[in-house]
């Protein structure tokens, strides 16, 4: 019996020694740099807005969301801007821009907005000069996928050159994109749709 105690406390003081194997924490989950570290462009928008188009082949005025933006390459060579805008809703639903718009909605907008170098997408992208006589005025629209959207988010990639690199869900590596986040807040309901106000929210960079 004392053979068997004094056993016990010897195993017990073995394992005491051993350093427990460490708990590997999450990894965190990849933000931008806090200082550019690739190139950059130059982006600004207007608030994103609601329009009513009569469009060929339906029987009823249809709406869509759209938002002007203009871009700048104020680096130090041409860059390759690839666009793409989702907008995010609160219920999680991403749509993408400018998927099967008919031309008519795009002529529509640049006639309110009274911006004569507004361009389309299909236009938008490619080989980006240097220099603010070379910047690119454009729009991106959505159909209306909510009339009463409350929080949403719009997402503009391909701003920025720096990208990460993490393990997807099926252990393939997935590469993330330095994208920004303009968050808004529509206070009001879906009786006047597109009549109540836009409130722009805090944006941000992320990696998406």
Request: hydrophobic share 35%.
């Amino acid at each position: 019996m004392r053979r068997i105690l004094t056993l016990t406390l010897i195993a017990m003081l073995v394992a005491s020694l051993v350093p427990a194997t460490p708990v590997r924490a999450a990894e965190p989950y990849p933000k931008p740099s806090p200082y550019p570290k690739s190139w950059e462009l130059k982006f600004t928008h207007g608030k994103p807005k609601r329009i009513v188009v009569a469009v060929p082949g339906s029987p009823v005025p249809k709406a869509f969301w759209y938002m002007t933006y203009s871009v700048t390459n104020d680096t130090d060579r041409e860059q390759l801007f690839l666009p793409v805008f989702e907008l995010a809703t609160e219920d999680g639903k991403v749509t993408r821009s400018d998927q099967n718009i008919p031309r008519v909605v795009f002529d529509t907008i640049k006639k309110q907005e009274g911006n004569q170098f507004l361009e389309p997408f299909t236009q938008v992208g490619g080989q980006l000069r240097i220099g603010q006589d070379q910047a690119k005025d454009g729009v991106a629209i959505w159909p209306e996928v909510n009339p009463e959207l409350g929080n949403f988010s719009i997402f503009v990639q391909g701003l920025s050159g720096e990208t990460a690199t993490v393990e997807g869900p099926d252990k393939k590596p997935v590469i993330l994109r330095k994208t920004l986040q303009l968050n808004y807040l529509i206070r009001g309901d879906a009786i006047y749709p597109g009549e109540d106000e836009v409130n722009e929210n805090p944006q941000e960079w992320v990696m998406r």
